[in-house]
């Protein structure tokens, strides 16, 4: 048997070798003892070299060897494990252990820490306060840390700053030096100025996170105080960190010169200082994700300090995504003047910046000018393209590396199958690279088997990323997440609510991505109590403030009609972004609340955010809904200084505005300007000109849209044949009906039939129009059936509207118009046995009567009237002016349409009630309000009635106004006693 070594020199050996090129030495060594601690100099190898396949092989060989239920031992794989990158492993080696201790815990909370899960950490943290297990100042430290993020997790925050204080951590320095640092990058400087003055013992790393905090908050005087201070204290000097960060807010002056001055006085900042120094400073800056990196080198710039690749590297990387593109063009002309287009590490994170920035056309021309490239500089090109949406364009550069015959790496594969994902026509080129990635032994990363599932799942190949998931060797929850993500875009809902639900029963945790993912599913699923479910989870889990699962929230509940949950997710969330805001916005205008969506827009813009082009067109659409021309207006030119005015989706909600708030010219204009018209937007103006009773301007648009060569679908049809109703033609009605199947290849639907349904009721034709819904291949819609029972009340057609009205009852017998309808055509022939019949089935079967009411906007207020109503400030006003109207309008020849009062009284006072309907009251104030030749536009819920159309023409006339009603039927535009319907809706 060959000597072996006593426990301790055999790790006193191992110590002196550690260097990754010794790492098969050691691993061959460690497999002569089966004590745990040989593996710590090799584990720490692994970790430093993050050398992941050392670290599985060592770890496989402790197993085997006996020494894997070492608890010790286990603490530092989980530890190497997330230095590697390998955070599943990680946990999956933290759930198996049967006893943890205190090391234990906090090794996975630092690894969550040191790779930014925030919520994995916290959510951690909770199961440890549940535990046998005390948190000590070691869990502290990387707690904070992961809070000190957002301003989202401040509650967090200051939770967990609360309990530290209770168990008796908070006057520890580590802790207390950790929370000054957390509530100073979430800009709460008074808390940490507060902790920070309270601490007994304070290093100069203390002072200087004070000092920063300050700095990155803008406040110049504080810093420089500060710094004043840690300068006199006696006991310690400020150190070059202190001066960069003092500098880094305080402009040209006295203070900057005093600070300067003290820094070459100490030998910190002088013009000595050579370039090693610099780019270390500037490198602390970059870590630390603040702007003062850029300032260091505008400092070594007017210093004439010099400047070498790693600075140019560092100051790169920093600006890459935070700063402007003109800082970038600066740095890349230096790049070149300086003579560093040869270097590859240099120009690689050129390509990088500019793709960061957006530009990527820049990055194409750097590439193309490199002289040398390296597989990074490929990598760095390929990522820019997906980056900026040119999917195909990666591929394009994907074909041209390999034909140079540069073979590519897991970050190469894991980008490209990204293309493929979302290039549908390329239909075989991810299988392709998944053979590649099997001859180059590539299916073992974690990235290249993720982006293999991901494009197998999005593809629709469920059954081959199903495969690869569960050949895996371990547990991952990105390609779980991958997997999950692949079902929802596939319409495989249930799939993923069983895929989460069999992730549950093995025991793996879930994270915010895949509760942000699955919330997709029960928004599809229209499924209220999943969602529900998900939201509690959520909740446990410690996600509840995570953006990404709010904003999913409220999708889920709008999606499933639920706008109260909806509205109070929203509110939980202290700092909603563009997605949260569209999400609640176009959801009330969705689901019906316009009112609550166009206040949700005004609070927008105090909060500072800005919509985009979905949020405007859904706000347009409440503005359409409600005929608010006024803030309509006010939309369209928020839409213009938001340089979204002329997107294809708003321009064409702007023309659909201005049409349904009456405002038909303004549309026209608009249309007509319109450089590219797409199909929506013909169908828009078509269905504009039908409802404002411009029949034969529709159908020469129609004629004019198939001239363009544009293609009519279903909604041109619905307009033109609505075109056709307003304008009483019957014969073009049939002849663009049959036209669909016949010249077109369209079925015609039950809207369809609707509209021809309406046609022929609005000409007389009853019978007609009943058999045409006999004789269609539907069941007949409420609607249609409440068209045609209208029909019959206007013409007194007692027979058919009975059967009518007994059909749309079957249909949903709480269908108060149906029981209104046939009461109306009963009265119009004064027989009131059927008309008080009629209201006791309503009464009976507890059904209301949808109220009449009509509004009137008034500098962006919206003023409601019902029928004789005396709750306005200005009601005797308004009532003066009806009475004087209707005078006028007596002495011009109005004599008051007593068939419309639908009640058994004298024939005074039906005149009497014919005076206050709520049309009348809303154009009486609009008369007092706005001063002429202004429009008066009036809104009305249901169909005018034929006294006050009678009426509104002789009001135009005297008063000399124009006056433009919407009803639920069409607008009708009065002007000098004349209405542009003519008299036929």
Not at 520 to 545: D, P, R, T, W
Not at 546 to 556: A, H, K, R, T
Not at 824 to 851: C, F, G, H, I
Not at 909 to 937: F, N, V
């Amino acid at each position: 048997m060959p000597y072996l070594l006593s426990s301790i020199k055999f790790t006193a050996r191992l110590e002196s070798l550690l260097s990754p090129s010794a790492d098969i030495f050691l691993f061959r060594l460690c497999t002569f003892s089966k004590a745990a601690s040989p593996w710590f100099p090799l584990l720490r190898v692994a970790a430093a070299s993050g050398d992941l396949h050392l670290l599985l092989r060592s770890h496989a060989t402790i197993v085997t060897s006996g020494a894997g239920s070492d608890r010790f031992l286990t603490n530092n794989l989980i530890t190497a494990y997330s230095q590697c990158g390998s955070l599943t492993i990680a946990r999956q080696l933290f759930d198996k252990m049967l006893y943890r201790d205190s090391v234990t815990w906090n090794s996975l909370i630092s690894a969550y820490a040191l790779h930014g899960l925030t919520f994995d950490g916290i959510a951690l943290f909770n199961l440890m306060l549940c535990s046998a297990v005390p948190p000590t100042h070691l869990t502290f430290t990387p707690l904070l840390k992961l809070c000190s993020g957002s301003r989202n997790l401040l509650p967090t925050l200051q939770s967990i700053h609360g309990y530290s204080a209770r168990i008796g951590l908070d006057s520890d320095a580590l802790v207390s030096s950790a929370l000054v640092g957390a509530y100073s990058k979430v800009g709460f400087l008074d808390d940490a100025r507060y902790l920070f003055d309270r601490m007994a013992d304070r290093d100069v790393v203390l002072w200087n996170v004070m000092i920063k905090g300050y700095s990155q908050m803008g406040l110049a005087k504080d810093s420089f105080l500060l710094f004043a201070e840690l300068h006199q204290s006696g006991d310690l000097r400020p150190d070059a960190i202190s001066v960069h960060c003092t500098l880094m807010c305080t402009e040209s002056g006295d203070r900057f010169d005093q600070v300067q001055a003290y820094g070459i006085k100490s030998s910190l900042f002088d013009e000595k200082c050579d370039v090693i120094t610099w780019n270390k400073t500037m490198s602390d800056h970059a870590k630390a994700g603040n702007d003062g990196a850029l300032s260091c080198f505008l400092e070594m710039k007017r210093r004439d300090v010099g400047n070498d690749h790693v600075t140019l590297v560092i100051v790169l990387s920093a600006i890459t995504g935070q700063g402007s593109s003109d800082v970038g063009r600066q740095i890349h002309s230096l790049v070149v003047k300086a003579g560093f287009c040869l270097d590859v590490s240099v120009m690689n994170n050129l390509v990088n910046m500019y793709s960061k920035m957006g530009n990527f056309f820049y990055s194409m021309k750097v590439f193309d000018e490199m002289e040398n490239l390296d597989l990074i500089s490929w990598n760095s090109l390929i990522s820019g393209a997906l980056q900026n949406g040119y999917s195909e364009v990666s591929v394009k550069i994907f074909m041209d590396m390999s034909k140079r015959g540069i073979l590519p790496d897991q970050f190469t594969m894991a980008s490209i199958l990204q293309a493929c994902s979302a290039l549908t026509q390329i239909s075989s080129l991810h299988e392709q690279v998944h053979a590649q990635a099997f001859r180059m032994c590539l299916l073992g990363d974690i990235f290249v088997l993720t982006a293999l599932i991901d494009v197998y799942a999005k593809k629709g190949f469920t059954v081959e990323a199903e495969s690869l998931f569960k050949d895996m060797d371990c547990f991952d929850l990105t390609c779980f997440n991958a997997l999950l993500t692949g079902y929802i875009t596939n319409n495989a809902s249930y799939k993923a609510l069983n895929l989460l639900a069999s992730l549950h029963e093995s025991g793996e945790r879930s994270n915010h991505f895949t509760l942000a993912s699955i919330l997709k599913a029960c928004s599809n699923l229209v499924s209220i109590e999943c969602g529900k479910q998900v939201h509690s989870h959520a909740i446990k889990l410690g996600f509840y403030s995570d953006l990404c699962i709010s904003s999913g929230l409220v999708d889920m509940y709008i999606k499933c009609g639920n706008v109260k949950d909806a509205s109070s997710a929203f509110e939980e969330i202290s700092e909603p972004d563009d997605v949260a805001w569209t999400a609640i916005i176009s959801g009330c205008v969705e689901n019906g609340d316009e009112d609550h969506a166009l206040g949700l827009y005004h609070q927008m813009k105090e909060f500072g955010a800005l919509p985009d082009e979905f949020t405007v067109a859904s706000l347009l659409k409440a503005c359409s809904c409600l005929s608010v021309l006024g803030l309509g207006k006010q939309i369209h030119s928020d839409a213009i200084k938001l340089n979204c005015a002329y997107d294809a989706f708003v321009s064409t909600s702007i023309m659909d505005m201005y049409a349904k708030c009456g405002n038909i010219d303004d549309s026209f204009l608009l249309f007509n300007r319109m450089n590219s018209k797409s199909i929506a937007s013909w169908n828009a103006m078509i269905l504009g000109f039908a409802q404002h009773g411009n029949g034969i301007v529709a159908l020469n648009l129609f004629k004019q849209m198939e001239l363009d060569g544009i293609k009519p679908d279903k909604i041109t049809f619905i307009g033109v044949i609505s075109a056709c109703s307003h304008a009483g033609l019957v014969f073009e009605a049939y002849n663009y009906f049959n036209s669909m199947s016949r010249d077109y290849s369209i079925e015609p639907e039950v809207e369809h039939y609707s509209c021809l349904v309406d046609v022929l009721g609005r000409a007389g034709l009853l019978i007609e129009a009943e058999e045409v819904i006999k004789k269609m291949p539907f069941e007949p819609s409420a609607s249609m059936l409440r068209a045609l029972l209208g029909a019959c009340r206007i013409k007194g057609n007692k027979e058919i509207g009975q059967r009518v009205a007994t059909t749309l009852l079957e249909l949903d017998p709480t269908d108060s118009s149906a029981y209104v309808l046939l009461s109306n055509l009963y009265a119009a022939t004064s027989q009131w046995d059927e008309v008080n019949a009629a209201r006791k089935n309503m009464k009976r079967r507890n059904v209301k009567k949808d109220p009449g009411y009509s509004w009137i906007e008034q500098k962006h207020q919206v003023h409601l009237f019902v029928v004789d109503d005396s709750s306005h400030p200005e009601a005797a006003a308004i009532h003066n002016e009806l009475e004087d109207l209707m005078q006028r309008i007596k002495d011009e020849g109005y004599v008051p349409d007593t068939d419309f009062v639908l009640l058994d009284v004298e024939e005074e006072e039906k005149e009497r009630s014919l005076y206050y309907h709520s049309e009348k009251l809303a154009i009486a104030y609009g008369l007092i309000s706005t001063p002429p030749p202004l429009a008066i536009r009036v809104i009305k819920n249901l169909r005018v009635c034929g006294d006050c159309h009678n009426a509104i023409k002789y009001i135009s006339k005297v008063a000399g106004r124009e006056i433009v009603l919407r009803d639920a039927s069409r607008f009708h535009c009065f002007r000098d006693g004349v209405c542009t319907c003519g008299d036929y809706w």
